[in-house]
């Protein structure tokens, strides 16, 4: 018995694996992850992949880099934990002036503080209650949020309630939040028009429920879960508009487009607009340890001053044991350190730019319906044949070596920032050999 096969079925007896159907888990033949180095991931047998997915879109810098490995120990030497409730740290402090420095920045309030989470679905979270009790705390409750058909904010249940991926949320409906979802000008059900499709909905949305609105939540540039559904920034320069013309706040979720990934360090800046909330998290710390935050604007920080004469305090009553860990924060200050240091954002803009051109002859393919692109955000979509398409190109791909993950029948393409040109070679070449043999 391999080590793989051994490995597998004690994974099979023990583990419930996310976003996973275990009627089908072993049969998949899944890959057990020993260790990792760079670009490269190694499984349990020796075999070695191209990880084309920065494991789940977070390993900004590539796995075991020697300055991020060296501040974590560092920082363990020193200090393992301390809460932030009632307390602060170093690292803390330092990663909020630095996370603070480097937010989008233009016509509109700056991003003035941070307030941590653990993952980009508790940013998410976060970022909404903080919203709804804004509302209440300067004018009247609004206990709506308006957010875009097909999203994906994580899977907590507020993060669910803003969402508009029926294959993932539809089962939880009827625990929801209020939401009013409108068209995305992503959608390409929607044909050439839909840039006006999508603005003329939000606008009779907000018409219709503003004053009940307390925020428009969206991926700005790029719904990434959805299939990389890439739109234009006019969408959201109009959201700006609407949300200061109504008194909602509007909420960026960045959690994937943040942290250089769409070559800008925040997909804000392809927009020239600055939210009022913006959720990162994914690549903030390159995939070392879990951190998320919501960057916030000061006149919605300023809101939760409590003020003379107030019956009950305005805190914002919510954080977790892990919120802003010591490890996490070094982590995150190491990375983006690093990053800043190797130019990292501009090498993601050429990384971008030279797989965009690689895949142009794959986009012809008939077996491709669309390769969809901002910087190394990349979906390709092919045309499904039966089963599982998608699945079964990253499989193909798999056993040339490159590690592929789908979403439905779009493979999704987005390897760590500083991959290599012959890595980035081999990535598509491996992609297209793999689409052949499924659907050639
Ligand atoms: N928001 C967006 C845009 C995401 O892509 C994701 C994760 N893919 C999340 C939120 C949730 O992040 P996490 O999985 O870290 O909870």
New binding site residues.
């Given amino acids: 018995m391999s080590a793989s096969a051994s490995w597998i079925a004690r994974d099979a007896a023990a583990v419930w694996h996310p976003f996973t159907q275990h009627a089908d888990w072993t049969g998949d033949d899944p890959t057990v992850v020993a260790r990792a180095e760079g670009p490269w991931l190694w499984d349990v047998d020796g075999r070695r992949y191209l990880d084309g997915v920065s494991s789940l879109?977070t390993t900004t810098l590539g796995h075991g880099h020697p300055g991020v490995n060296a501040a974590i120990a560092d920082q363990l030497a020193k200090l393992d934990h301390a809460t932030f409730l009632g307390a602060s740290h170093t690292p803390g402090i330092e990663l909020s002036e630095t996370l603070i420095a480097l937010a989008p920045k233009g016509d509109d309030p700056d991003l003035t503080k941070v307030f941590y989470a653990g993952?980009?679905?508790s940013a998410?979270e976060a970022a909404l209650k903080i919203a709804y009790q804004y509302s209440t705390q300067t004018g009247h409750p609004r206990p709506k949020f308006v957010r875009l058909n097909h999203a994906?904010?994580?899977?907590t249940l507020g993060?669910v309630a803003v969402g508009g991926h029926d294959l993932f949320h539809q089962a939880y409906k009827p625990l929801l939040l209020e939401t009013v979802g409108i068209e995305s000008p992503g959608d390409r059900a929607l044909g050439a028009d839909r840039l006006t499709t999508a603005i003329s909905h939000l606008r009779s949305v907000m018409h219709e429920h503003g004053d009940q609105v307390c925020a428009i939540i969206v991926?700005p540039m790029i719904q990434?879960?959805a299939g990389m559904l890439d739109y234009d920034a006019a969408f959201l320069r109009e959201a700006r508009t609407l949300a200061y013309t109504y008194g909602a706040l509007l909420i960026f979720?960045e959690?994937?487009t943040g942290i250089g990934r769409t070559g800008r360090m925040w997909a804000a800046e392809h927009a020239g607009v600055v939210p009022d909330l913006l959720t990162c998290?994914?690549g903030v710390t390159g995939g070392y340890l879990p951190l998320?935050a919501v960057l916030a604007a000061e006149h919605v920080y300023e809101a939760f001053l409590t003020r003379p004469g107030d019956s009950s305090p305005r805190t914002f009553f919510h954080g977790h044991t892990y919120t802003a860990n010591p490890l996490c924060c070094a982590a995150a200050l190491a990375n983006l350190r690093v990053m800043g240091e190797q130019d990292v954002v501009a090498r993601a803009d050429r990384l971008g730019e030279r797989l965009g051109k690689l895949l142009e002859p794959v986009a012809a393919k008939d077996a491709v319906t669309e390769v969809r692109r901002l910087g190394t955000m990349i979906g390709v979509e092919v045309a499904p044949d039966g089963h599982r398409t998608g699945f079964r190109v990253c499989r193909a791909a798999r056993d040339r070596g490159v590690w592929l993950r789908p979403l439905g029948d779009t493979v999704v393409v987005m390897p760590p920032l500083t991959l290599g040109d012959d890595e980035a070679d081999l990535l598509v070449e491996a992609l297209d050999a793999a689409i052949d043999e499924v659907l050639g």
């Fill in positions: 879109w993952d980009g679905s998410v994906y904010h994580g899977d993060a991926e990434g879960a979720d959690v994937a998290g994914k998320s």
